[in-house]
């Protein structure tokens, strides 16, 4: 049997309508991964699923497409299916896969979320896209106007939802439930994580789900190779740049701890000649639309990031992942070392180390269960000079902030002193009660009541 047989009969076998089945290979996918193969016949069947899978495990077409060939041969006009997600990226992302997989079946969709103009969105909702896939607080905002009821819906889906309670939005997706009209619909839920809030969130809003998971215990990716790579925290710039000339590492997402520190890394790779862009919360929609745009088309070799793309992107093909920082909780290591290796693939995950982070890393090696091997790049000097810190150091930084401020105090006073107890009249009187002495005499006429002592005053002032 062909690849190409292959993989038609193994998507065919979830029973998928044929124009999907052609979308499916266009793609290049061989096989369902085993949540699309679990969930993908639970949901055709309309039942309620509550899937756990790892990041990268293929879960965006386990729910599209069985929500796809539902509203395939639907009348249109209506938003039939919401699918809320926690960042842009995601929602982004969800609408690009939807527009993939959609030549020949007619549906449409649309993104919502914030840092871009509400018009196109208000345009999705009053024609009524088949789709919304939607962060909370964008919905909310358009929640508040009657046009964006949707009383055709019949399709939920919660992703990554363990991470909107992560970033706080399980509140905003309370709220958002409240707007949704009653009566039945089907939900399908999927999280890689399942912690207490989102259990009980769960059970309130599935009807005898159908359990999937695929991955009870987090752990990265088989096709991932893990390395630690020691080196002096001072020294982490240059080595990262010396792996990029060597071709140790291709295309790569670095991962930073703190805004501040993605965009000093990214100034010094630039100055070192290495196309790259930076992503993080502070970055307009834009900024971030392009750089990501820019990374995914090969226009930049590295894209610095921060945790808000741990779970909020995906890039075919990704080589390598690495840990600037070492992130301090194991879980977060695996949600970023699943951006490479996704869907099955292979990769390359490294974590620059520094002494001070020992201890996070044995953390992380005690999460994923063996020892992560440790490698040195030969000829790289170790031992050179400490170069200036990516970011100042927190007491640093606060020290640095009260002795500024102690400065400002001593300047103002100072300059009180200078003018005297006339204030702005004395620092003006030159002995001809110039404008300076008008504004003394006002304010002697305010504070002397007409009991004759303003004149006196405002004329001591001018003088």
Not at 73 to 96: H, M
Not at 114 to 125: C, T
Not at 206 to 214: D, F, G, I, T
Request: aromatic share 4%; charged share 25%.
């Amino acid at each position: 049997m062909s690849n190409d047989t292959a993989a038609r009969s193994g998507f065919a076998a979830l029973g998928l309508h044929a124009d999907l089945l052609r979308s499916v290979e266009a793609l290049g996918f061989t096989r369902p991964t085993p949540v699309q193969a679990e969930a993908i016949p639970l949901a055709l069947n309309d039942r309620d699923v509550l899937a756990s899978a790892q990041t990268g495990s293929g879960k965006t077409a386990a729910f599209l497409l069985p929500i796809m060939q539902r509203l395939m041969g639907r009348p249109r006009g209506g938003t039939r299916a919401l699918i809320l997600t926690p960042t842009r990226e995601l929602a982004a992302q969800i609408v690009e896969h939807l527009a993939e997989l959609a030549p020949g079946t007619g549906i449409r969709g649309a993104a919502i979320y914030g840092g871009v103009g509400m018009n196109p969105q208000v345009k999705a909702f009053r024609s009524g896209v088949d789709i919304l896939v939607a962060t909370p607080g964008r919905l909310l905002d358009h929640f508040q106007y009657d046009y964006a009821k949707l009383p055709h819906l019949e399709v939920l889906v919660l992703d990554e939802a363990d991470r909107m309670l992560d970033m706080g939005f399980l509140p905003d997706v309370r709220r958002i439930l409240r707007h949704l009209p009653k009566g039945e619909r089907q939900t399908l839920f999927f999280s890689a994580t399942m912690p207490p809030p989102i259990v009980k969130l769960s059970q309130e809003l599935l009807r005898s789900p159908a359990r999937v998971e695929v991955a009870r215990k987090q752990t990265t990716p088989s096709g991932i190779t893990q390395a630690f790579w020691p080196v002096r925290a001072d020294r982490k710039t240059a080595l990262l740049i010396e792996l990029l000339r060597q071709d140790e590492i291709g295309n790569v997402i670095v991962f930073c701890r703190t805004k501040h520190r993605s965009n000093r890394l990214a100034e010094k790779l630039e100055k070192a000649g290495i196309g790259v862009a930076r992503i993080h919360g502070n970055r307009s929609q834009k900024q971030r639309t392009e750089a990501l745009a820019g990374f995914k088309d090969g226009r930049y070799r590295v894209l610095v990031a921060t945790d808000i793309v741990a779970r909020g992107i995906d890039v075919e093909a990704l080589d390598h992942v690495v840990n600037f920082d070492v992130p301090a909780a194991p879980d977060d290591y695996i949600h970023r070392v699943g951006r490479t290796a996704r869907a099955e693939e292979t990769g390359e995950a490294y974590t620059l180390v520094s002494p001070e982070e020992e201890n996070d890393a044995r953390g992380i090696e005690r999460k994923v269960g063996r020892s992560i091997e440790r490698r040195q790049l030969e000829g790289f000097d170790y031992n050179a000079r400490a170069e200036e810190p990516l970011e100042v150091p927190l007491k640093q930084r606060i020290d640095a902030i009260r002795a500024r401020k102690r400065e400002e105090r001593s300047r103002a006073a100072a300059k009180a002193e200078r003018r005297g107890p006339g204030g702005n009249g004395a620092s003006g009187g030159n002995g001809n009660g110039g404008g300076n002495n008008r504004g003394g005499a006002s304010r002697g006429s305010r504070r002397g009541s007409g009991n004759g002592r303003s004149s006196g005053r405002g004329s001591a002032s001018g003088r």
